[in-house]
């Protein structure tokens, strides 16, 4: 998760992050689009993770600035462990603007 955000943060690495992505729920994706670095992002705050076998999640804060605003990002992601390697399935995403 934590590698996930800061390629965000530091864009341009979208190859890494369509990698790290389970495939089948990655396929209206593009490395161009996961490249961008328009929104910079502040700070990254774990709040519980869990792992179940193959299956795991990480609740998570994670706070941007857009537009002058600054906005809260709430995100609870869910992974999948095949081999070695977590993969990013997707995540019930809510946001606070402040």
Same mark, same amino acid.
């Given at each position: 998760?934590?590698?996930? %955000?800061?390629? %965000?943060?530091?864009?341009?690495? +979208? $190859?890494?992050?369509?990698? =790290?992505?389970?495939?089948?729920?990655?396929?209206?994706? *593009?490395?161009?689009?996961? *490249?961008?670095?328009? &929104? #910079?992002? &502040?700070?990254? !705050? &774990?709040? #519980? =993770? +869990?792992?179940?076998?193959?299956?795991?999640?990480?609740?998570? $804060?994670?706070?941007? /600035?857009?537009?002058? !605003?600054? =906005?809260?990002? !709430?995100?609870?992601?869910?992974?999948?462990? /095949?081999? *070695?390697?977590?993969? %990013?399935?997707? +995540?019930?995403?809510?946001?606070? =603007? /402040?």
């Amino acid at each position: 998760m934590r590698s996930r %955000y800061s390629a %965000y943060a530091l864009g341009g690495y +979208g $190859k890494y992050l369509l990698s =790290t992505w389970f495939a089948p729920m990655a396929t209206d994706l *593009s490395i161009a689009e996961l *490249s961008r670095s328009d &929104i #910079d992002w &502040i700070k990254l !705050h &774990i709040i #519980d =993770t +869990g792992v179940d076998g193959n299956s795991g999640w990480v609740e998570f $804060k994670a706070s941007y /600035q857009d537009n002058n !605003h600054i =906005t809260e990002m !709430h995100e609870k992601s869910v992974f999948i462990r /095949q081999g *070695s390697r977590w993969f %990013y399935i997707g +995540g019930e995403v809510s946001h606070n =603007t /402040q």
